[in-house]
């Protein structure tokens, strides 16, 4: 509880002193660490494209399913596996882990493509300004200033994982979805948030690793994806409904 009491209170104290000087904190950040940054957000758009691909090639050929989330998990445990010196390899394993998930969420794509295409892009363009902006506040905020929601995150996956468990034995319900929804968007967006100071960091003390750390980004990105295009495809369904009520 004292910690979300410390993160209110420093988010009051920011927002008061708010000035032009605080655009001007990506001084704290190296000329190196601004490179590597540039290096993993480039790496990051090359990822999300081949994911469009994956997606793409679900939509041709139906290939999305139980074989491509085992091979995009394959491939990113290959990926941490592989030296960092073998840089070729190590992002041509990314690429592969982004079109395999890309594949893997295709019929959730394939739905709102066939839904409303424009709940899809909707979708894409709110996540990506979302993405952007959060990443924004942690370069712009104080170093490590957010590194300690860390913790918080990890207890709120563990939750996550243990509502789905018991939901997928012992039944779930629609209000128990609704929770995990939201309260999963919640968590992956305050990771995009911890990730990219903790990127930040790592860099200051030279872990440049560019590929695992946009891996650690596509991650987030697709997480935060999913769950908002879910919610807006849900909320669409339940409009539709209505009007068919109305009607009747």
Sequence with gaps: MEGFTSFFDSQSASRSGWSYESLK??????????????????????????????????????????????GCMGSMMWLLSTPPFEEHKRLSLLMAAAVFEGASIGPLIELAISFDPSILVSAVVGCAIAFGCFSAAAMLARRREYLYLAGLLSSGVSILFWLHFASSIFGGSLALFKFELYFGLLVFVGYIVVDTQDIIEKAHYGDLDYVKHSLTLFVDFVAVFVRVLIIMLKNASEKEEKKRKRRH
């Design 25 to 70: 904190n990506f001084r704290q950040i190296s000329p190196v660490v601004q490179n590597h940054l540039k290096q993993v957000y480039l790496t990051l758009c090359c990822a999300l494209v081949a994911s469009a691909v994956g997606a793409y090639l679900h939509i041709l050929w139906n290939i999305g399913g139980f074989l491509t989330t085992v």
